[in-house]
């Protein structure tokens, strides 16, 4: 992914407790960590509980907040901020960061948060700077290679929350990457003409003022393609979906495409729809993830609908896109994207 593309943010950010000072915070160092897979964990909450804020001695600790998700959203990203109480040693951006790839809390998850980060990404982080008022992190190898970070949804959440919580503190103006000390920009595209800083605070809040209007634009139609589709905490539906049917395949089209209308994307265009199958046909090389993502009973009564969204390119990852869609006994439910 094109770090400096749309990384969708919708929710209002908090200002934190503890303001960052314009000094730049001591680096600490960790170790590379080895390849991993983080994912986020899919819940079917619609709301969440607000967090209850621990009790703490203002004189040694401070309150911090770090980006989690609301929800099961995927590409309508529900970010809400949460404190979490760390030590007051100045480096309140470190900190921050720090308690964001750790992931969600036991208690978070229960009131249902979650986030694309865990114990598999917590020493990701090896410094983190403020120069002339942007943000530096510089990331471990080991977080650049955790294995779906690189995927069009994943990345999208990974920048996401990384934002968020970055830019909760007022006088952080912009953010910057680094992985092991050079300078990154995304998984897809070296950092030849990319403009310096990656993202800047404007770029946040006008991308957060235009995903607000998408969602309220959708709130405000009435989708004839949303049945509920409950699913389960792989994300797989709940109901075992009807076999698949070939005179299916322009109404999976047009369902599809009345989704991505009702959430803005007016010049999305429909690329192809097959069913899903293992292994995957060389041309067909998303046919497999339904299967594998819920078994063949699931997966093999799917269709894949690949979907190119304009105006996310050249970013490939943001703006190819699949939607997951099977037939269960009330018609044809869209159930899953990647």
Known sequence: MRAHETWLVLAALAVAAAACNGNDEAASTTTTEPTTTAEPTTTTVVDCEPPVQAAFDPETHQVVEVALICGDGVRD????????????????????????????TAEETESGYQSVFSS??????????IEGGVAILDLTAG???????STSAASAIVMSQIEATVF?????????????????????????????????RSDHEEERRRAEQAQRAAAERAPSHQGEVETD??????????ELSAADEQAVRLITLEKLRDESHEDAEIVRAYPAESPAPE????????????????????????????????????????????????????????
Do not use: K
């Not at 917590?122 to 410094?127: K, M, T």
């Not at 952080?172 to 990319?194: S, V």
């Open 233 to 242: 905490a792989r994300g797989c539906p709940t109901l075992s979906p009807l």
């Open 77 to 104: 990203l529900d970010l809400r901020t949460v404190p979490r109480v760390v030590l007051a040693d100045g480096r309140p951006l470190n900190a921050a960061v720090t308690q964001l790839l750790s992931g969600a």
């Open 143 to 149: 977080f650049e290679r955790t294995n779906n970070f």
């Open 120 to 129: 598999a990404t917590a020493d990701g982080l090896r410094s983190a700077t």
């Open 168 to 200: 909760q503190f007022p006088n952080i103006t912009g953010l910057d990457f680094r992985i092991e000390g050079e300078r990154w920009c995304g998984w897809e595209n070296t950092c030849d003409g990319t403009p310096y800083p990656l993202r800047t």
């Open 283 to 338: 041309d067909r090389v998303y046919s497999t993830i339904p299967i594998d993502q819920c078994g063949p009973g699931i997966g093999s009564r799917t269709w894949v609908v690949e979907v190119r969204l304009p105006e996310y390119e050249p970013s490939r990852s943001l703006a190819d896109v699949q939607y997951f869609v099977s037939r269960f006994d009330e018609g044809l439910r869209i159930w899953g994207s990647y």
